[in-house]
């Protein structure tokens, strides 16, 4: 029989980690984080990044993947009609302010775990045993994701995480800051060049190009061969799945507004494809984030460590860049009245730097924030948020589904889209009050608790004691 790892912790360790592993103060046993050892600078990012991620995922609960960027084919006008300029409005300060950086913050956060997770396990004697630990807490996370995909909602994005930390990051965390950021920038490169400008924007300009061109033939020659068919034919499919047919729109709806069964056996295989193609060809967006999330607590970023000038200037400089880079984007698209190619090109092309200096420059912008000891009251509870990103997620999946599609008010396909952002404004309500409630009584969500027993295959205790531990505030952040 093996003996129970357990070591003097005879060094101070920084309050805080964020669901990892971690022991009381001095004689520490082989268990996960307490909640005295949270650092709520992390916990209020994390809240603030999850709860930001459904700005941009309620168009996909209530109007359908399709529509997620650019909502062209609703069956309420967004861009024309009544409301379009609340409409515009909204759908452009969601590009600017929120797009791609919520989920970078998140990537970048999930990457800072990893080091939380090992430094805390080495400290404390227990060594390389920690990959075990790590193996299997990634290998339920594959599973859970899994499951939120094909029984509640194809958007899952569990699924990548789990798979990042088990295929790559664990190696990368005993590297300097200064290595994970090359490792981090090389990654981030590759996704914007092949993905970004590659996949996304030229192979759909090449498309139309030919297709264009074999239009022209057939208009001068009356004549069509065999390659200039499939051109066509390719460039119609494009611009299908650029603009959805109202066939093709009102089958989804149909689906989606039949029964469960008939709700999530047609976005099944939608989640297979995303799973498979997001593997294969989205690694280079969430890896890149995590990369740069382990450099970036490594040298005291996340957890709010630096001089406020290094947040000032990071503030400035990150949103300096992305918020003009994508407002002029934008505004080019919408101009032009959502034209595919030039869509692509001013914003796709462009995704990923605004992503990440937007990414960061937030982060600092929300640090700064928290230092100032401002809006405490709000800050501590998307802190309570952040210490239960996994249960307000799916909760807001589940209730977002039950909303749109399972329920009975079947509001998906049909609710105006300034509307969605009074959905996503009650959902946000409803994460702020509940977080901090729960965690009066429970050391941790319930998700959180599922999760932490299942990977040290042992019940973790889940009430808090009289006079135990509170609930992290943001003043101990800096």
Same mark, same amino acid.
Not at 34 to 42: A, D, G, N, P, V
Not at 115 to 120: I, K, P, S, Y
Not at 206 to 213: D, V
Not at 443 to 453: A, D, K, N, T, Y
């Given at each position: 029989?093996?003996?129970?790892?357990?070591?003097v !912790?005879?060094s101070?360790?920084?309050?805080g980690a964020?669901?990892e592993?971690?022991g009381?103060?001095?004689?520490?046993p082989?268990?996960?984080v307490?909640?005295?050892?949270?650092?709520?600078?992390?916990d209020? #990012?994390r809240?603030f990044? @999850?709860?930001?991620? +459904?700005l941009?995922?309620i168009?996909?609960?209530a109007?359908?993947?399709y529509?997620y960027?650019?909502? +062209?084919?609703?069956?309420?006008?967004v861009?024309?009609?009544?409301?379009?300029?609340?409409?515009?409005? @909204?759908?452009?300060?969601r590009?600017v302010?929120a797009?791609?950086?919520?989920?970078?913050?998140f990537?970048?956060l999930?990457g800072?775990?990893v080091?939380?997770?090992?430094?805390?396990a080495?400290?404390?004697?227990?060594?390389?045993?920690v990959a075990?630990?790590w193996?299997?807490? &990634?290998?339920?996370?594959?599973?859970?994701?899994?499951?939120?995909?094909?029984?509640?909602?194809?958007g899952d994005?569990?699924?990548?995480?789990?798979?990042?930390?088990?295929? /790559?990051?664990f190696p990368?965390?005993g590297?300097?800051?200064?290595?994970?950021?090359?490792?981090? *920038?090389?990654v981030l490169?590759?996704?914007?060049?092949?993905? !970004?400008v590659?996949?996304?924007?030229?192979?759909?300009y090449?498309?139309?190009?030919?297709?264009? =061109?074999a239009?022209?033939?057939?208009?001068?020659?009356?004549?069509?061969?065999?390659?200039q068919?499939?051109?066509?034919?390719a460039e119609?499919?494009?611009?299908?799945?650029?603009?959805?047919?109202v066939?093709?729109?009102?089958? !989804?709806?149909a689906?989606?507004?039949?029964?469960?069964?008939s709700?999530?056996?047609a976005?099944?295989?939608n989640?297979?494809?995303?799973?498979? #193609?997001?593997a294969y060809?989205?690694?280079g967006?969430?890896?890149?984030?995590?990369?740069?999330?382990?450099? @970036?607590y490594? &040298?005291? /970023?996340?957890? *709010?460590?630096?001089?406020t000038?290094?947040?000032?200037w990071?503030?400035?400089?990150?949103?300096?860049?992305?918020?003009?880079?994508?407002?002029?984007?934008?505004?080019?698209?919408?101009k032009?009245h959502?034209?595919?190619?030039?869509t $692509?090109?001013?914003?796709?092309?462009?995704?990923?730097?605004?992503?990440?200096s937007?990414?960061?420059?937030t982060?600092?912008?929300?640090i700064?924030?928290?230092?100032s000891g401002? $809006?405490?009251w709000?800050?501590?509870?998307?802190?309570?948020?952040?210490?239960? =990103?996994?249960? &307000?997620? $799916?909760?807001?999946?589940?209730?977002?589904?039950?909303?749109?599609v399972?329920g009975p008010?079947?509001?998906?396909?049909y609710?105006?889209y300034?509307?969605?952002y009074?959905v996503?404004?009650?959902m946000?309500?409803?994460?702020?009050?509940?977080?901090?409630?729960?965690?009066?009584?429970f050391? /941790?969500?319930?998700?959180?608790?599922?999760?932490?027993?299942l990977?040290?295959?042992?019940r973790?205790?889940?009430? #808090?004691?009289p006079?135990?531990e509170?609930?992290?505030?943001?003043a101990?952040?800096?």
């Open positions: 029989m093996s003996t129970p790892v357990v070591a !912790d005879s101070p360790i920084a309050p964020n669901e592993l971690a009381p103060p001095h004689v520490v082989f268990a996960p307490s909640r005295q050892e949270r650092i709520s600078t992390m209020t #990012l809240g990044a @999850l709860m930001g991620i +459904l941009m995922n168009t996909d609960f109007l359908g993947f529509d960027n650019w909502p +062209l084919s609703t069956e309420k006008p861009f024309d009609g009544p409301h379009w300029k609340i409409n515009t409005a @909204l759908w452009l300060a590009w302010f797009e791609g950086k919520m989920r970078g913050m990537s970048m999930f800072a775990g080091v939380l997770l090992t430094e805390r080495e400290k404390r004697g227990v060594g390389l045993r075990d630990i193996l299997r807490r &990634n290998m339920w996370l594959v599973l859970l994701g899994m499951l939120h995909g094909y029984l509640i909602w194809n994005i569990l699924f990548y995480y789990g798979l990042a930390g088990l295929l /790559f990051l990368f965390r590297l300097q800051p200064k290595k994970l950021l090359i490792w981090a *920038g090389c490169l590759f996704n914007a060049a092949v993905v !970004d590659g996949f996304q924007t030229m192979m759909p090449s498309i139309h190009k030919k297709g264009e =061109a239009k022209a033939a057939y208009a001068k020659n009356h004549v069509v061969t065999e390659d068919r499939k051109a066509i034919d119609d499919k494009s611009e299908g799945n650029y603009r959805k047919s066939k093709d729109r009102r089958k !989804d709806i689906e989606q507004q039949k029964s469960y069964g709700a999530q056996g976005r099944a295989q989640v297979a494809k995303g799973e498979a #193609l997001g060809a989205g690694w967006d969430w890896l890149g984030m995590m990369l740069l999330g382990m450099a @970036l490594k &040298n005291g /970023f996340l957890p *709010g460590k630096l001089s000038r290094t947040y000032v990071s503030a400035i400089v990150g949103l300096g860049i992305a918020w003009p880079l994508i407002s002029v984007g934008a505004y080019e698209a919408w032009s959502f034209d595919q190619m030039k $692509l090109f001013w914003m796709q092309s462009t995704y990923s730097v605004g992503r990440v937007g990414a960061v420059g982060a600092a912008l929300l700064l924030i928290i230092r401002a $809006l405490k709000l800050m501590s509870r998307v802190a309570a948020v952040g210490q239960m =990103a996994l249960s &307000n997620y $799916l909760l807001t999946s589940l209730s977002m589904q039950f909303l749109f399972w008010t079947h509001w998906y396909g609710m105006e300034y509307k969605l009074i996503v404004l009650c946000w309500t409803v994460n702020l009050v509940w977080s901090p409630i729960w965690l009066k009584y050391q /941790f969500g319930p998700v959180e608790w599922c999760w932490r027993s990977t040290y295959w042992k973790q205790p889940m009430r #808090l004691q006079g135990g509170g609930v992290a505030t943001t101990s952040a800096a």
